[in-house]
């Protein structure tokens, strides 16, 4: 006994299915989702990132829907961004801008909103390094990345992860680049 499908279901090779209908299901449907996703990431606000100003900070606690506690250090602010595995810290100078970052818990941060404009200048760095080194570097061997604008660092494994990031220049001078932590 054969099993009986309402026309929607049928397929175009089946009796009764239409290849035309079929094609145009498929390009309204492929057309639908590429809107979506263009409506979805132009509603997406800017986030905080390394070198932006402190108000930014408050960007992030939203995005990471964590708890915000802030540290006045007399020639900083630290603030500290914390969720379930992770905790994100960043350093405000007396001008209001974010010079360093450091993070440590179960997952690495979105680099990509930490760093910002500086994405770009630490994955080059990193990759200029690997290619002029004979070995590669081993999965788990740190991240080091050292220019006159930018020090990244970063290792761990699963589970735990740890490394700051901070612009050398804007670093206040009272502040040893070894207190971003």
């Not at 708890?67 to 630290?78: A, G, M, P």
Request: charged share 15%; proline share 7%; aromatic share 8%.
């Amino acid at each position: 006994m054969a099993a009986v499908f309402p026309r929607c279901m049928s397929t175009p090779y089946e009796k009764g299915g239409n290849m035309k209908s079929l094609r145009w299901r498929s390009s309204f449907a492929g057309i639908a989702s590429i809107v979506c996703i263009l409506l979805t990431a132009a509603s997406m606000p800017a986030w905080a990132a390394l070198g932006d100003n402190a108000a930014s900070v408050l960007t992030d606690q939203a995005r990471m829907k964590g708890t915000l506690r802030s540290t006045d250090e007399h020639t900083y602010v630290v603030h500290e961004i914390a969720t379930s595995g992770t905790v994100v810290r960043e350093y405000v100078s007396p001008a209001g801008v974010v010079f360093g970052v450091a993070w440590e818990g179960q997952f690495p941060p979105d680099f990509q909103q930490l760093l910002g404009p500086y994405y770009q200048q630490a994955q080059e760095a990193a990759s200029q390094q690997q290619a002029a080194s004979e070995h590669p570097r081993p999965r788990r061997a740190p991240i080091v990345v050292n220019t006159p604008g930018l020090v990244f660092q970063q290792t761990g494994h699963v589970r735990s992860f740890h490394g700051v990031a901070y612009i050398p220049q804007l670093v206040p001078s009272a502040l040893q680049a070894s207190d971003i932590r």
